[in-house]
């Protein structure tokens, strides 16, 4: 595209979602009570295993890491989301919006890394339980920790920069409420194509080599799980891997759509909902998924909670 009518772009306008002040406001506690809900219950996920001596293994030092993660990446976008509902025009600044966009796909890469880690921990626990304490030591769940956040903070650095190359032109209005690549990409007026493959493929070998780890992990695992006798040893082997499993059905089933697809600058309120979805629904229901279907985790909290009346009560 030719470089004409261009300009020193130094903010943005998030268009958001088109709807009466009616329906913003009516959207904006629905994103308000579930943002605090996805806070409060992560940040309780963290203290509990944090403060139970028994909830000290490889497999709630994961779940402590992608709880940070899911805080994370909410704080992100939501906080933003929030005040684009509450005002008649929200603008955003060129490096905000950089910024913004850096650790968005930050923290999806390592939620991505982390659900193939916590994958792969569900396998060596079921499928080789007797190698898997030295296996999993508490070394090296720390270095995979370690990793997923080196990995997500350095696997975007270079999209980030080519995206801050990008020329826009004086329409500068992102038809999203975030900084997503395809909008900006549909704005710029500058050759997008390198950008583009760059994105994209980092993209899709992300997402899609993470998920195969994932598939493969759960094969081994039911393959494993269907040779138990028991039918009460194999109802306990699923419900170990429950939690995980339906977070990962959740999570790939939006961002394989958002991002593991051919075209890239094409964006529709369709994009938008998912978006909502990805950004808003999943990091609530993850907490919740992992806290109501993990006894350990349920048991942990109820304990936690009595020593806390008992506290309150010795001080009254």
């Known amino acids: 595209m030719a470089l004409q009518n261009t300009t020193t772009v130094t903010d943005f306008i998030l268009l958001g ?19 605090s809900v996805t806070l409060v219950a992560n940040m309780l996920i963290i203290t509990t295993v944090q403060m139970n001596a028994k909830l000290q293994i490889p497999m709630y030092s994961f779940l402590t890491h992608f709880s ?18 509450l005002v008649e025009t929200e603008t955003i600044s060129r490096n905000g919006c950089l910024t913004q966009f850096y650790f968005t796909f930050v923290f999806g890469s390592i939620e991505n890394v982390l659900l193939a880690i916590m994958g792969y921990d569900r396998y060596l626990a079921i499928c080789n339980p007797l190698r898997y304490p030295s296996i999993m030591t508490n070394s090296a769940c720390c270095w995979l920790c370690l990793g997923s956040w ?13 995206v801050s190359k990008l020329v826009f032109c004086n329409d500068r209005r992102i038809d999203h409420f975030f900084c997503d690549f395809g909008p900006l990409v549909k704005l710029s ?14 993209a899709w070998i992300l997402i899609l080599s993470c998920f195969v780890v994932i598939i493969i992990s759960y094969i081994f695992i039911v393959s494993t799980i269907l040779k138990i006798p028991s039918i009460r040893g194999q109802q306990k082997c699923f419900s170990t891997c429950a939690s995980h ?24 309120y369709m994009d938008k909902t998912i978006s909502v979805f990805y950004a808003v629904v999943t990091p609530l229901l993850n907490p919740i998924i992992y806290s ?25």
């Open 17 to 35: 979602f088109p709807l009466s002040p009616e329906l913003k406001m009516l959207l904006f506690t629905l994103v308000l009570v579930s943002y």
């Open 68 to 85: 940070l993660m899911e805080i994370g990446y909410t704080t992100v976008n939501i906080p933003k989301m929030l005040n684009g509902l």
């Open 150 to 162: 080196i990995a997500g903070c350095l696997g975007f650095l270079m999209p980030t920069i080519w």
């Open 189 to 202: 007026c500058s050759d997008t194509t390198m950008a583009v493959r760059i994105f994209f493929g980092q």
């Open 245 to 268: 499993f339906t977070v990962v059905s959740i999570f790939y089933g939006t961002i394989i759509f958002s991002y593991v697809r051919p075209s890239a600058g094409n964006t529709s």
């Open 292 to 316: 109501l279907r993990n006894e350990s985790i349920k048991v942990a909290m109820q304990s936690m909670s009595k020593k806390l009346l008992k506290y309150d009560l010795k001080d009254k």
